[in-house]
T-cell receptor, first 110, second 113 residues
Framework: SQKIEQNSEALNIQEGKTATLTCNYT??????LQWYRQDPGRGPVFLLL?????KEKRKERLKVTFDTTLKQSLFHITASQPADSATYLC?????????FGAGTTVTVRA | SQTIHQWPATLVQPVGSPLSLECTVE??????LYWYRQAAGRGLQLLFY??????ISSEVPQNLSASRPQDRQFILSSKKLLLSDSGFYLC????????????FGPGTRLTVL
């Protein structure tokens, strides 16, 4: 069965540094890979989508890469700020259903 | 963009009682609708999805059911709640033919005692 793993449950970094999150998957060939942000007690919010034929996508201070050979996506938050503290979820899909990883909680220290 | 409404925000129910959670969507027509459950510190588990009125697909066998009586209304129900039904329930919507992103509601925190 398909499996989605996000690198670690928690990541603590200093303000201004770059946070790098990993999403690895097995037994799956997704056409799309998405990243969502979830704050405590709230629903996830869509951040970025990258397609299987795209290597990299950027949005403001966010960057996502997608390596279908390694079956891995990297999610970068550059010049991190305390407001970036949240749980980040990766999600894979081939059609209209998403399969989510468990998430990585990022804490940015001022 | 879409707006997803869910209520109630929190709910405490005894074991064996019925459940009805409602989700309504604004800002789109004929969306794909989803119910997820999220256990503490865990990822989202897809429970049901619907591609149209009256069409429901179940992803996992369980004590719950779903219905879609109107285009932008999605209801999650149970006749008799179990302790294991406790969790954070999220409704989501995806625009048909859209970019595959999903919009989530604020969620309902259900505690079964």
């Amino acid at each position: 069965s398909q499996k989605i793993e996000q690198n670690s449950e928690a990541l603590n970094i200093q303000e201004g540094k770059t946070a790098t999150l990993t999403c690895n998957y097995t037994n799956y060939s997704p056409a799309y890979l998405q990243w969502y942000r979830q704050d405590p007690g709230r629903g996830p919010v869509f951040l970025l989508l990258i397609r299987e034929n795209e290597k990299e996508k950027r949005k403001e201070r966010l960057k996502v890469t997608f390596d279908t050979t390694l079956k891995q996506s990297l999610f970068h938050i550059t010049a991190s700020q305390p407001a970036d503290s949240a749980t980040y979820l990766c999600a894979l899909s081939n059609d209209y259903k998403l399969s989510f990883g468990a998430g990585t909680t990022v804490t940015v220290r001022a | 963009s879409q707006t997803i409404h869910q209520w109630p925000a929190t709910l405490v129910q005894p074991v064996g009682s019925p459940l009805s959670l409602e989700c309504t969507v604004e800002g789109t027509s004929n969306p794909n609708l989803y119910w997820y459950r999220q256990a503490a510190g865990r990822g989202l588990q897809l429970l049901f999805y619907s591609v149209g009125i009256g069409q429901i697909s179940s992803e996992v066998p369980q004590n719950l059911s779903a219905s879609r009586p109107q285009d932008r209304q999605f209801i999650l129900s149970s006749k008799k709640l179990l302790l294991s039904d406790s969790g954070f329930y999220l409704c989501a919507s995806r625009r048909t033919g859209g970019n595959n992103e999903q919009f989530f509601g604020p969620g309902t925190r259900l505690t079964v005692l």
